[in-house]
């Protein structure tokens, strides 16, 4: 039934507490589960009416700084060893990070569903405009897996290069491991300037690299790691610039810095990215 689409899973326990408590002709078993959700759900109402109700949006907000600052944090690292030669463990542990990323994102999006529903027939006068601000957290979501996948394929890369790092071009090792490294402490401060400005960086870097002069073999490993990088800056370049609605006062400091030139996507007022909420 579309209407019961979204509870399949208590569709599914209502009619195994039939099943072993009676039989399935048994009208009283099931009537009396029914009521039983009927009571639970006018307390809920109740309580939503008596008691001052939360919304979940922050808590959204938060799951996606942490997941961004520990994505900051992966690339960080991975610059620090790359400059004294990483080792095979060194890798495995990347891509364990990135798996445990991926195991939060998952974590983000069932906390985004609490928020939505805690938004429904929530009497707050803020509500309609908090929930419209969350709205842009799905794409936030979405372009932060693609984040993590590029930055476990890079990690891959590196590991199953047929050169290890410590035999890397120097120049190509050195200013590459510079751009990473500037980039991871971008993304773990939320500074939407400097992202742009290093993937404009890794651009120029790109365009003025002598491909003739890397070692022989050594091409398509540069072109995987820098495709990647790319990648991510630019996934999270848009994370930067989402620009949700104006919620409501007060509002916390936006951690992200926009240019005062930059403009707002639909000429709305500046607001920080990930639908940064204000407190209740």
Same mark, same amino acid.
């Given at each position: ?9 208590t569709t599914a326990a209502t009619a195994l507490i039939v099943l ?82 991926? /195991?939060? $994102?998952?974590? &983000?999006?069932? @906390?985004? #569903?609490? =928020? ?6 929530? *009497? ?105 990088? /790319?990648? $991510?800056?630019? &996934?999270?370049? @848009?994370? #930067?610039? =989402? ?6 006062? *007060? ?30």
């Amino acid at each position: 039934m579309r209407g019961l689409q979204d509870e399949t899973t208590t569709t599914a326990a209502t009619a195994l507490i039939v099943l072993t408590n009676g039989y399935s002709d048994n009208g009283g078993i099931l009537g009396s589960r029914l009521l039983d959700s009927g009571i639970g759900i006018a307390v809920g109402l109740l309580v939503n009416l008596l008691v001052w109700p939360p919304l979940r949006d922050r808590s959204a907000a938060r799951q996606i700084d942490v997941v961004t600052e520990r994505l900051g944090g992966v690339l960080s690292e991975m610059a620090a060893r790359l400059s004294s030669g990483c080792h095979p463990a060194d890798v495995d542990d990347w891509i364990a990070k990135t798996n445990a990323l991926d /195991r939060a $994102i998952d974590r &983000a999006w069932s @906390v985004l #569903a609490q =928020a939505r529903e805690s938004g429904l027939l929530n *009497p707050r006068r803020a509500t309609a405009r908090r929930m419209r601000a969350a709205q842009g957290f799905d794409d936030i979501l979405g372009r932060l897996g693609q984040a993590v996948a590029e930055t476990r394929s890079m990690a891959r890369t590196i590991g199953h290069a047929s050169l290890p790092t410590a035999e890397w071009d120097p120049g190509f090792q050195e200013r590459w491991r510079e751009l990473l490294a500037r980039a991871g402490g971008a993304i773990s401060t939320a500074d939407a300037e400097t992202v742009t400005s290093v993937r404009a960086d890794l651009t120029a870097y790109a365009e003025e690299l002598a491909v003739g002069q890397l070692r022989e073999g050594f091409w398509p490993v540069a072109g995987a790691v820098l495709v990647n990088l /790319r990648n $991510i800056l630019d &996934a999270l370049d @848009v994370v #930067a610039d =989402a620009q949700p609605v104006e919620v409501p006062h *007060p509002t916390l400091r936006p951690r992200f810095r926009r240019r005062p030139d930059q403009p707002t996507a639909g000429g709305l007022s500046p607001k920080p990215p990930r639908g940064r909420i204000p407190p209740s």
